[in-house]
C-alpha cells in the first residue's frame, strides 16, 4: 500500500485547495471524496464570493477577468476559474411587510464597475473542473466515490478507510464539511455546544422579479412555528436567481415558508408569479460553536469542518490553501528534524482572524434577529425608522455590526414610541446559546453527535 504524505478527505473548495497546496510543495497527496464525481455540485449553495470590498477572513478576494483567475492579494495565491461571472451589486434586507435596509444602492455602486461589486456569482462546477484539473497538475492522487467512515491514528501517522478502500498518510485534513464525520469520530466535537439545525430547500429559479438583477435579498417570516427565512442570490446564468428557503428548527414545515414568500406575502408573492423552477436542490447541517483547537494526532481541520456554520466560498478557500501549506511545512520539518512551526501557524491564525476576528455569534446573529424581535408587527416598525441605507456590503460579520450602530442611533425615537422594544433589543447582548434555545430544544432530541 502507497503512504501518502498527506490524505485530503472532501474535495470541496478548502479540500481541493489544501491537496493542490501541498502537491504544489512535492507532497505525495491523496484527495479522497464521497461524490463519485468531484465537479458535480449536489446540494445548495449560493456560489458566491462574498466581501469583495472588504478585507474578509483577513484577505481581500479578487477575479481578474483577463487572465481569468480568482485569488487572495495577502495570501498572495490564485486559482483558474474559466466560467462565467457576474458582480452583485447591493444586499438588501426586507422585513416581512417590505420594508427595506439596503446594504448599498445598486444604482451608485454600479457606477463603479467591478470595483462597486460587493459579491461575486459563478458557477460552482466549473470551479471544481478548473481546481480539480490544477490538483491533477499538482500530481495529486483523486479518489471519487469513497466515503471516509473510520480513521485512526499513530503518533507516526494516519490511517483512513471507506468503501471499500484504505489510505495510510503521514497527516490527514479533514475537509470534509460542516456535518464532518471524521471531526465526529476523532472527538472534535464533543466540547463544542449544540445551537441547531440549519434546514434547506430552494434551487435555481427563473422569471423571478426582484428589484434588480444584481441585487441579493434576504428576508424572514414568523408565520411558522419558528422563524423562516429566504436568501435569495443572482446567478449567472439569464435571469436566474438562487433561492434558499431555511429554517432552524425541525418543527418548521419548510413548504410552508416556501408558500408564505412566494404566494401568500403580498410583497413577496409579485416577484415570483412568473417564475418557474430550473433545477430543485436541498441542503442540511449541524450549526454549533467552533473548534477551538482544529489539530490534534496528526489531523488538521479545514474549511467549514471546524466552524460554527460556513466560512463561505472565500473563507473555505483561504483555510484550505493555509491547511495544505501548513502541513507541507510540517511533512519538510518531519524529514529534516527541525521543530514544528507550520501547523502552529495555522492554528494561530484560526484563532487570530477566525475565532477572535470573526465571532460566530456575529455570522448566527443573521439567523437570530428574529428571535430577539420576535413578532412582525416589532420588527416591522424596527425597519421602518431606519432611513438612510447603509454601507455597500456583503459581509454577514459586518453587517450585523452596521446594523447594531443604526440601531443604537434610533434608540432614543423607539423609547418615546414604543419603549415595550426595548427589553427585546437587550437580548441581543445575551450568549447565542440563550438566544437560540427554544430551536436547540427542538433539535436535541434528534441529535446523535459522539
Given at each position: 500500500?502507497?503512504k501518502?504524505?498527506?490524505i485530503v478527505v472532501?474535495?470541496?473548495?478548502a479540500?481541493?485547495?489544501?491537496?493542490?497546496?501541498?502537491g504544489?510543495?512535492?507532497?505525495?497527496?491523496?484527495?479522497?471524496?464521497?461524490?463519485?464525481?468531484?465537479?458535480?455540485?449536489?446540494?445548495?449553495?449560493g456560489?458566491?464570493?462574498?466581501?469583495?470590498?472588504?478585507?474578509?477572513?483577513?484577505?481581500?478576494v479578487y477575479?481578474?477577468?483577463?487572465?481569468?483567475?480568482?485569488?487572495f492579494?495577502?495570501?498572495?495565491?490564485?486559482?483558474?476559474?474559466?466560467?462565467?461571472?457576474k458582480?452583485?451589486h447591493a444586499?438588501?434586507?426586507?422585513?416581512?411587510?417590505?420594508?427595506?435596509?439596503?446594504?448599498?444602492?445598486?444604482?451608485?455602486?454600479r457606477?463603479?464597475?467591478d470595483?462597486?461589486?460587493?459579491?461575486?456569482?459563478?458557477?460552482?462546477?466549473?470551479?471544481?473542473?478548473?481546481?480539480?484539473?490544477?490538483?491533477?497538475?499538482?500530481?495529486?492522487d483523486?479518489?471519487?466515490?469513497?466515503?471516509?467512515?473510520?480513521?485512526?491514528?499513530?503518533?507516526?501517522?494516519?490511517?483512513?478507510?471507506?468503501?471499500?478502500?484504505?489510505?495510510e498518510?503521514?497527516y490527514?485534513?479533514?475537509?470534509?464539511?460542516?456535518?464532518?464525520?471524521?471531526a465526529?469520530?476523532?472527538?472534535?466535537?464533543?466540547?463544542r455546544?449544540?445551537?441547531?439545525?440549519?434546514?434547506?430547500?430552494?434551487g435555481?429559479?427563473?422569471?423571478v422579479?426582484?428589484?434588480?438583477?444584481?441585487?441579493m435579498?434576504?428576508?424572514?417570516?414568523?408565520?411558522?412555528?419558528?422563524?423562516?427565512?429566504?436568501?435569495?442570490?443572482?446567478?449567472?446564468?439569464?435571469?436566474?436567481s438562487?433561492?434558499?428557503?431555511?429554517?432552524?428548527d425541525?418543527r418548521?414545515?419548510?413548504d410552508?415558508?416556501v408558500?408564505?414568500?412566494?404566494?401568500?406575502?403580498?410583497?413577496?408573492?409579485?416577484w415570483?408569479?412568473?417564475?418557474e423552477?430550473v433545477?430543485?436542490l436541498?441542503?442540511?447541517?449541524?450549526?454549533?460553536?467552533?473548534?477551538?483547537?482544529?489539530?490534534?494526532?496528526?489531523?488538521?481541520?479545514?474549511?467549514d469542518?471546524?466552524?460554527?456554520?460556513?466560512?463561505?466560498?472565500?473563507?473555505?478557500?483561504?483555510?484550505?490553501?493555509?491547511?495544505?501549506?501548513?502541513?507541507?511545512?510540517?511533512?519538510?520539518?518531519?524529514k529534516?528534524?527541525?521543530?514544528?512551526?507550520?501547523?502552529?501557524?495555522?492554528?494561530?491564525?484560526?484563532k487570530?482572524v477566525y475565532?477572535?476576528?470573526?465571532?460566530?455569534?456575529?455570522?448566527?446573529?443573521?439567523?437570530a434577529?428574529p428571535y430577539?424581535?420576535?413578532?412582525?408587527?416589532?420588527?416591522n416598525?424596527?425597519?421602518?425608522?431606519i432611513k438612510?441605507?447603509?454601507?455597500?456590503?456583503?459581509?454577514?460579520?459586518?453587517?450585523?455590526?452596521?446594523?447594531?450602530?443604526?440601531?443604537?442611533?434610533?434608540?432614543?425615537?423607539?423609547q418615546?414610541?414604543?419603549?415595550?422594544?426595548?427589553?427585546?433589543?437587550?437580548?441581543?447582548?445575551q450568549?447565542?446559546?440563550?438566544?437560540?434555545?427554544?430551536?436547540?430544544?427542538?433539535?436535541?432530541?434528534?441529535?446523535?453527535?459522539?
Amino acid at each position: 500500500m502507497k503512504k501518502y504524505d498527506l490524505i485530503v478527505v472532501g474535495a470541496g473548495p478548502a479540500g481541493l485547495l489544501a491537496a493542490k497546496a501541498a502537491g504544489d510543495a512535492g507532497l505525495e497527496v491523496a484527495l479522497v471524496e464521497r461524490k463519485s464525481d468531484v465537479t458535480h455540485l449536489d446540494r445548495l449553495c449560493g456560489q458566491t464570493l462574498v466581501s469583495l470590498n472588504d478585507y474578509y477572513f483577513d484577505d481581500l478576494v479578487y477575479y481578474n477577468r483577463r487572465g481569468k483567475k480568482m485569488g487572495f492579494s495577502k495570501n498572495g495565491f490564485s486559482f483558474a476559474y474559466d466560467g462565467p461571472v457576474k458582480n452583485c451589486h447591493a444586499w438588501h434586507l426586507f422585513s416581512p411587510n417590505g420594508s427595506c435596509i439596503p446594504f448599498g444602492i445598486p444604482e451608485e455602486t454600479r457606477k463603479k464597475g467591478d470595483d462597486g461589486a460587493i459579491g461575486l456569482a459563478f458557477d460552482k462546477e466549473i470551479l471544481f473542473k478548473c481546481m480539480l484539473q490544477e490538483a491533477e497538475e499538482a500530481g495529486v492522487d483523486i479518489f471519487p466515490g469513497i466515503n471516509i467512515n473510520e480513521v485512526s491514528t499513530t503518533p507516526q501517522g494516519v490511517t483512513a478507510s471507506g468503501s471499500g478502500k484504505t489510505f495510510e498518510g503521514s497527516y490527514l485534513i479533514a475537509a470534509d464539511g460542516a456535518n464532518s464525520r471524521i471531526a465526529r469520530i476523532l472527538g472534535f466535537n464533543k466540547d463544542r455546544s449544540f445551537y441547531s439545525y440549519l434546514l434547506t430547500k430552494g434551487g435555481y429559479l427563473s422569471n423571478v422579479k426582484a428589484p434588480a438583477p444584481d441585487l441579493m435579498v434576504s428576508s424572514f417570516t414568523y408565520k411558522p412555528v419558528a422563524p423562516g427565512y429566504m436568501f435569495m442570490i443572482p446567478r449567472v446564468y439569464d435571469d436566474q436567481s438562487t433561492i434558499a428557503f431555511i429554517s432552524l428548527d425541525p418543527r418548521v414545515n419548510l413548504d410552508d415558508v416556501v408558500n408564505y414568500f412566494m404566494r401568500e406575502n403580498p410583497f413577496f408573492a409579485e416577484w415570483f408569479k412568473s417564475s418557474e423552477w430550473v433545477k430543485q436542490l436541498a441542503f442540511s447541517q449541524y450549526i454549533y460553536t467552533p473548534v477551538i483547537t482544529p489539530y490534534k494526532d496528526r489531523v488538521l481541520l479545514a474549511g467549514d469542518t471546524g466552524s460554527s456554520q460556513e466560512l463561505e466560498n472565500s473563507g473555505a478557500m483561504i483555510s484550505g490553501w493555509k491547511a495544505g501549506n501548513a502541513i507541507a511545512a510540517a511533512v519538510k520539518e518531519d524529514k529534516v528534524g527541525i521543530a514544528s512551526q507550520g501547523i502552529s501557524h495555522y492554528l494561530d491564525w484560526w484563532k487570530r482572524v477566525y475565532l477572535e476576528g470573526h465571532r460566530h455569534e456575529d455570522y448566527l446573529m443573521n439567523f437570530a434577529m428574529p428571535y430577539v424581535i420576535d413578532t412582525e408587527e416589532d420588527i416591522n416598525y424596527i425597519f421602518s425608522l431606519i432611513k438612510d441605507p447603509m454601507p455597500p456590503c456583503w459581509n454577514p460579520y459586518a453587517v450585523i455590526k452596521y446594523l447594531g450602530q443604526t440601531i443604537q442611533s434610533i434608540i432614543p425615537t423607539i423609547q418615546e414610541e414604543r419603549p415595550q422594544i426595548l427589553p427585546k433589543l437587550a437580548k441581543m447582548s445575551q450568549p447565542m446559546t440563550e438566544i437560540l434555545e427554544p430551536t436547540t430544544k427542538a433539535c436535541k432530541p434528534l441529535l446523535e453527535l459522539d
